[in-house]
């Protein structure tokens, strides 16, 4: 194995904080924090992309 992990793991932890955020934004009652958290979520997967390419840090074969 090489320093190839290194960037898969980050990847899966962005994908992972913006699932996280997805799912408080499902339990949240206020409406601007339910669109804040979506948001968020939405610019972290978007990093974890440019970053580190689509897919990438899964073992999914979605």
């Known amino acids: 194995m ?3 992990s290194q960037p898969s793991m980050r990847a899966q932890q962005m994908r992972d904080k913006a699932q996280e955020l997805e799912q408080a934004a499902q339990h949240a009652t206020d409406p ?3 669109q804040r958290l979506k948001d968020r979520a939405m610019r972290i997967r978007e990093k974890a992309e440019q970053e580190y390419g689509r897919g990438s840090g899964t073992m999914d074969p979605m």
């Open 32 to 34: 601007a924090e339910r």
């Open 2 to 4: 090489s320093g190839d």
